[in-house]
C-alpha cells in the first residue's frame, strides 16, 4: 500500500506527527532523568494541597497597615506569584492585617523573598557621599570628587575631574575627618540656619516643607540643591556606620524629605536628596546583558528601565541639571528599600526616560529583581509569620470520580461515534486518545519547564476538551458526507472535503486561541490557567486534525473497505442517498454511483 | 435509532428542511423570555457569591489530636451551626494538625456556637478554636482584570469575525447569541441560587468560547450558501441561511451530544455519589451553558443575522432575483409537464429552491414543490440520459458524417 502514490504524502505527514510525540516522550524523559520533572502532571492546590503562608507586615513604629494598602499589597503579591508559572496561588488577606499566600507545592527561598520583598525603587540625587565605614581607612578626599569605590558603574566621568576611581589616601588617620569625607567642610558650617539661606548654590532657598518633589517637575532643581543638607542630617550623616547590622533600622524613608543611607553592599554612604522619580513612574523592567557597543552582548548585566511620560520628563530635567554638577552630586542614586543599590555618574543628559542600572548582581537576581520592579513595589515589607503544610481543599475523591465520569464521558462518545459513524467512529476515537497524549505529554512537560499545575477547573477543561476537539472531526467528517452526496467518489469526497472542513475548523480554533490569548496576557490568576488550557488544548486540536485526522482519511480513502463505500464504513453512498452520477472511468468503461438506487433517493 | 444518515441526507438536499429563519419571531419570543426571567432572577436573587468573592470567616482549630475523617466531621459541626452553609475544609501541617474551616460570613451569635461546636467535635478547648475574617481570594482586582481581559476579547472577536465574514452584521449576530448565553447561564445561577466559585467562573468563560466556537461553525457555512447565492441569484438570504442551517443541523446535534456526554457523566457523578462541590458546579454550568450555546448558534445567531441583513439592499436585490427564479423555473417546468416529458435534469435543485412560507417540514407540499417533486420517482430512476451511441463506450462512437453531408 505503500506504494500508492495517493497514501505516499499522508503517511510522511503521520510520520511527522510520530516524530512529534517521539519528541514530547523524549523530552519528557530527558527531564526526569537529568532535570526535576515527574511523569504525572503537577496538580493543583485544590488537588495536592501545598504551602500556606502566612505574612505579616513589618510597620515602623506605631504605624498601621490599612485595609487598602492590603489590598493593594495583595494585588501585587498576586502578579509577582503569577510570574513564577502557572501555578494557580490562592492570595487572600486574613484579620485586615495579614496577607495569606497558598501556593501548591514547596516554594523555595528564594520564591518566597520575591514574594514578599517591597521593593520600593526611587530615584534620588546623592547630595555627599562617603566611605560606609567610620573606621579610620584610606577614603575619599574631602574635595568633594568622591565617587564611590565600590560604585559599580563608577566610570570615567565627563566631568574635568578625572577617573576618580581609585580613590587617593589623602585624609589619614583620624575618624572624625574620614566620617565628614564626603561634605564640603564649608558646607556643614554654612547650614546652620535651617532655612538653608546662604549656601554657596545657584538656587538657594528651596522650603522644605513645600517642595515635594514626588517626581512632578514643579521645581526641577531643588531635588538636587544641597540645601537639603541641613546640620541634624549632616550628624546622622557622620554617625552612620554601614558595617554595624540594624544600622539602617531607624531610617525612615520618606518620598519628600532627603534620606541619608548606605549603599547595599555597605562600602558607602550618602546623603541623598528628596525622590526625583519614584517607582510607581517604573512602566516596564527587563533584565538583561549590556550589549556592547558593536551590538554583542556582554557579560555585564543590567536592569533597563523605562518610565512613564512624568516620570521620564522629572528624570530628564534632573538629569540635564545634575550633568553639570561637581562629582559626588552629578551622581543618581537608585535605592531599593531604602538602599542604595546603584549610584551613578550622569556622563550626559538623559532625555528619553530609558535608564539602565548595572551592578553587581548576577542574572537571576536582576531577573527577579525586574519582575518586581515591572509590578510595582508594595506598601510594605512583609515578614514571614507562618509557614505550614495544607491539604487539598478537595477531598481525593473528587478528583477520583471526576476521572471516573471522564472516563465513563470518553466510553460514551466513543459509543456514540461508532453509533454515528460506523468504522468512521474508530478515526474519531483514535484521533481523541492521540490527542489526550498529547495533552498528557505536554501538560507534564509544562508542569516541569512553566510550573503548570492541574487544578480542577483545568480538569473539567480537558473534559471539555473532548467535545471541542471532536467537534473538529465531526466538522471533517460531515463534510466529506457532504461530498459524497454530491456524488463525488471517496478520493475526491476527502480532498474536497477537507478544503472546505480546514478553513471551518482553523477559523473556528482561531477564535478561540485567540480568547486563550487574550485572556491569557490580560488576566491573573485563576482565568490565567483557564486561558492557558484552553490555547494549549485548541493547539493540540489543530494539530491533531491536520496531522492526524486528514492523513488518516487519505489513507482509508484507498482502503477497500472506505473506498468502496462499505454498508459499514459510515460513508457508503447508498446511506448517504448520493446523487447518482455517471464518471468515465478509464478504458471505456462508465460508472454510476451508486449503482442501484431507489427511487426516494434524489432531489436533482 | 433515529435514521441519522437518512434524516441529514434530507436536510442536505433540502428535501427535508426546518424552518429555522422563517419561524425566527418564535424563537426570538422564547429566547426573550427566558432572557427576561434569567434578568429578573438575577435582580430579584442575587448571585450567591461564594467566600473566594466576599470574604468570610475562618476558624482554626489548634493542636487537634484526633483529625480522622476531619473532613466529614468539620462539615458536620458547620452543618449543625448553621444548615446548608458550604465550607472550605483543609488540614494545615503534616504531624501536628490544624485544622482550617472556612465559611462565609457567619453572626457573632453563629461564630461562637460554631467555634463551640469544632472544639467539642476534635475534642480541644474553646479557646484553641480561633476565628477571624479572611478577605477575598478572587477579589475586585481579578475581577476587573478578568472582564477587562474579555471585553478586549469581544472587540477582537468582533474585528477577526468582520474581516473574515466581510460583514459586520455577522460578528454583531455572533455577539447578540453570546450576550444571550451568557445571560441565561448568570440568570440559572441566580435563580437555583447554586454557589458562584471562581471554578464556575471559569465554567462560564468555557462556556462562552464553546458558544463562539459552535456559532462560528455555522456560520462558515452560512457564509458559503449565502455566496453561492449571491453568485447564482437562485435563492434568496434567508433561503440560503435557511439550507446552511439544516445542513448543518446534524452536525450540531452530533457535536453537542458529543460534548455534553462526558459532562453529563461528570454531573450523574456529582449528583449521586459526591454532594455539592466544585465538580458538580462545574459540570453543571458547563451543561447549561453548552446546551444552550448550540440552541442559540442555530435559533438565535443566524435568524438574528437575517434579521439585521434583510434590509441590506444587496439582499433585497437578491431576494427579487431569486423571485424571478423561481417563477420562471416553475413556468419552465409547467411547459415541461405540458408536453409531458417530465422535467428535465436542468431544473436545477428545484426543491430547495423554496420560499420561507410554507412551513410545513415536507416541503413537498409548497407552491413550487408541486412541479419539482411531482415526478421525482420517474426522474430519479434515469439520472442522467446517456447517449445511446456512448453507452458501450467510446471505440463505438458513432462515425462522423462526411463532410459533405455535414
Known amino acids: 500500500m505503500a506504494l500508492n502514490p495517493y497514501t505516499r504524502k499522508p503517511l510522511r505527514v503521520l510520520g511527522g506527527l510520530a516524530a512529534i510525540v517521539a519528541l514530547l516522550a523524549g523530552l519528557l524523559a530527558g ?9 504525572v502532571p503537577k496538580l493543583g492546590l485544590d488537588l495536592e494541597g501545598g504551602t500556606q503562608m502566612v505574612l505579616e507586615p513589618v510597620l515602623v513604629g506605631t504605624n ?6 492590603l489590598n493593594q499589597a495583595r494585588d501585587i503579591i498576586v502578579q509577582r506569584v503569577d510570574a513564577n508559572g502557572v501555578s494557580g496561588a490562592e492570595v487572600t488577606t486574613r484579620g485586615g492585617r495579614n496577607i495569606v499566600v497558598s501556593m501548591p507545592g514547596q516554594p523555595d527561598k528564594a520564591t518566597e523573598d520575591a514574594i514578599r520583598k517591597s521593593s520600593q525603587m526611587r530615584f534620588r540625587a546623592v547630595l ?34 578625572k577617573a576618580t576611581k581609585a580613590p587617593v589616601p589623602t585624609a589619614t588617620g583620624a575618624s572624625t575627618t574620614a566620617a565628614k569625607s564626603g561634605i564640603p567642610q564649608a558646607l556643614l558650617n554654612a547650614t546652620t540656619s535651617p532655612s538653608g539661606t546662604a549656601t554657596s548654590k545657584p538656587s538657594a532657598t528651596p522650603k522644605a516643607t513645600a517642595s515635594p518633589t514626588t517626581g512632578t517637575s514643579a521645581k526641577p532643581k531643588s531635588p538636587t540643591d544641597l540645601a537639603w543638607v541641613t546640620e ?12 554595624k547590622p540594624g544600622a539602617l533600622d531607624k531610617v525612615v524613608d520618606d518620598p519628600a524629605k532627603p534620606l541619608v543611607t548606605c549603599s547595599a553592599d555597605g562600602t558607602e554612604k550618602f546623603i541623598l536628596g528628596p525622590v526625583i522619580v519614584g517607582g510607581d513612574q517604573i512602566d516596564s523592567a527587563a533584565a538583561g546583558y549590556r550589549p556592547l557597543a558593536n551590538g554583542q552582548p556582554s557579560s555585564e548585566v543590567e536592569i533597563q528601565l523605562s518610565f512613564k511620560s512624568a516620570g521620564s520628563k522629572a528624570y530628564a530635567d534632573a538629569s540635564k541639571a545634575m550633568v553639570s554638577l561637581e562629582s559626588p552630586r552629578n551622581r543618581m542614586a537608585a535605592t531599593l528599600d531604602s538602599k542604595v543599590i546603584v549610584a551613578p555618574q550622569f556622563n550626559e543628559a538623559i532625555l528619553n526616560g530609558q535608564a539602565s542600572i548595572t551592578g553587581g548582581f548576577t542574572i537571576e537576581q536582576a531577573r527577579d529583581l ?54 468512521l467512529g474508530f478515526v474519531t476515537v483514535a484521533s481523541i486518545v492521540i490527542a489526550a497524549l498529547l495533552t498528557y505529554l505536554s501538560l507534564t512537560i509544562l508542569g516541569w519547564s512553566h510550573n503548570y499545575r492541574l487544578d480542577m477547573a483545568g480538569v473539567t477543561g480537558l473534559v471539555i476538551a473532548i467535545g471541542v476537539t471532536a467537534d473538529s472531526f465531526i466538522v471533517y467528517f460531515e463534510r466529506i458526507r457532504d461530498e459524497v452526496r454530491e456524488g463525488r467518489p471517496l478520493r475526491g469526497a476527502v480532498d474536497t472535503g477537507w478544503r472546505r472542513a480546514k478553513r471551518t475548523i482553523v477559523v473556528a480554533d482561531g477564535v478561540n486561541f485567540l480568547a486563550a490569548l487574550v485572556l491569557y496576557f490580560l488576566a491573573s490568576s485563576n482565568v ?42 459510515g460513508l457508503s453512498p447508498e446511506r448517504l442517498g448520493a446523487t447518482p452520477t455517471t464518471r468515465y472511468v478509464g478504458r471505456g468503461r462508465f460508472a454510476t454511483t451508486p449503482a442501484a438506487r431507489t427511487a426516494e433517493g434524489s432531489a436533482r | 435509532m433515529i435514521n441519522f444518515s437518512q434524516f441529514g441526507n434530507d436536510l442536505y438536499t433540502g428535501r427535508r428542511s426546518i424552518p429555522f429563519i422563517a419561524h425566527r419571531r418564535r424563537w426570538y419570543a422564547a429566547s426573550a423570555v427566558l432572557v427576561l426571567i434569567a434578568l429578573l432572577g438575577l435582580g430579584v436573587k442575587h448571585l450567591n457569591l461564594g467566600l473566594e468573592f466576599t470574604g468570610g470567616s475562618e476558624f482554626r482549630v489548634a493542636a487537634a489530636t484526633n483529625v480522622d475523617n476531619y473532613e466529614s466531621r468539620a462539615r458536620d459541626a458547620v452543618q449543625q451551626v448553621s444548615p446548608g452553609q458550604a465550607a472550605n475544609i483543609t488540614k494545615l501541617g503534616t504531624s501536628s494538625s490544624t485544622i482550617r474551616v472556612q465559611t462565609e460570613q457567619l453572626t457573632d451569635a453563629q461564630n461562637n456556637d460554631l467555634r463551640a461546636a469544632l472544639a467539642k467535635e476534635f475534642g480541644v478547648g474553646t479557646n484553641e478554636v480561633s476565628a477571624s475574617f479572611v478577605g477575598p481570594s478572587w477579589g475586585q482586582s481579578v475581577t476587573q482584570q478578568a472582564l477587562r481581559a474579555l471585553v478586549v476579547f469581544l472587540v477582537l472577536t468582533f474585528l477577526v469575525m468582520a474581516i473574515y465574514f466581510r460583514t459586520w452584521k455577522m460578528s454583531l449576530a455572533a455577539m447578540i447569541a453570546l450576550l444571550h448565553d451568557m445571560v441565561i447561564t448568570v440568570g440559572v445561577y441566580a435563580l ?56 448543518t443541523v446534524v452536525r450540531s446535534i452530533n457535536t453537542t451530544v458529543v460534548a455534553l456526554l462526558p459532562i453529563a457523566a461528570v454531573l450523574v457523578m456529582g449528583f449521586t455519589v459526591l454532594g455539592p462541590g466544585t465538580l458538580l458546579d462545574l459540570s453543571l454550568v458547563l451543561f447549561i451553558g453548552m446546551a444552550i450555546g448550540a440552541y442559540s448558534s442555530i435559533f438565535i445567531a443566524t435568524p438574528a443575522l437575517v434579521s439585521l441583513r434583510h434590509n441590506e439592499p444587496a439582499v433585497q436585490e437578491l431576494e427579487k432575483a431569486a423571485a424571478k427564479f423561481h417563477t420562471r423555473q416553475a413556468k419552465k417546468d409547467a411547459e415541461a409537464q405540458a408536453k409531458g416529458t417530465g422535467p428535465g435534469a436542468g431544473a436545477e435543485e428545484p426543491a430547495t429552491s423554496e420560499g420561507l412560507e410554507p412551513a410545513v417540514a415536507g416541503r413537498g407540499t409548497g407552491s413550487t414543490g408541486s412541479t419539482g417533486s411531482a415526478s421525482p420517482a420517474s426522474t430519479a430512476s434515469t439520472p ?23
Open chain 2, 192 to 247: 437555583t441560587g447554586l454557589e458562584v466559585s471562581p471554578a464556575t467562573m471559569i465554567g462560564f468563560l468555557t462556556v462562552l468560547g464553546y458558544s463562539l466556537y459552535d456559532t462560528v461553525v455555522v456560520f462558515d457555512k452560512v457564509r458559503e450558501n449565502t455566496q453561492e447565492a449571491f453568485g447564482n441569484k437562485r435563492r434568496t438570504y434567508a433561503e440560503a441561511a435557511n439550507l446552511a442551517v439544516n445542513q
Open chain 1, 64 to 69: 498601621q497597615v490599612s485595609g487598602q494598602q
Open chain 2, 384 to 406: 442522467r440520459t446517456i447517449h445511446p451511441y456512448a453507452q458501450t463506450g467510446p471505440r463505438n462512437q458513432p462515425r462522423r458524417k462526411p463532410k459533405s453531408q455535414r
Open chain 1, 128 to 161: 555627599a557621599a562617603g566611605a560606609g565605614t567610620n573606621q579610620p581607612q584610606p577614603t575619599t578626599t574631602p574635595s568633594g570628587g568622591a565617587t564611590g569605590p565600590a560604585s559599580p558603574t563608577g566610570s570615567a566621568t565627563s566631568k574635568a575631574t
Open chain 1, 31 to 39: 527531564a526526569n532523568i537529568w532535570g526535576t520533572a515527574h511523569w
Open chain 1, 232 to 243: 541634624p542630617l549632616a550628624k546622622q550623616f557622620q554617625a552612620l556606620d554601614c558595617a
Open chain 1, 370 to 423: 525586574a519582575n518586581q520592579l515591572k509590578f510595582g513595589a508594595l506598601p510594605m515589607s512583609f515578614s514571614l509569620e507562618t509557614r505550614e503544610n495544607i491539604s487539598p481543599t478537595l477531598g481525593s475523591e473528587q478528583l477520583r470520580y471526576g476521572l471516573v465520569a471522564g472516563m465513563i464521558g470518553l466510553l460514551l462518545v466513543a459509543g456514540y461515534s461508532l453509533l454515528q459513524y460506523r468504522a
Open chain 1, 528 to 569: 490565567r490557567g483557564f486561558a492557558f488550557t484552553l490555547g494549549l488544548t485548541t493547539l493540540i486540536d489543530i494539530l491533531v486534525v491536520f496531522m492526524f485526522t486528514h492523513p488518516i482519511m487519505g489513507i482509508l480513502a484507498e482502503t477497500k473497505f472506505f473506498g468502496g463505500g462499505h454498508k459499514w464504513s
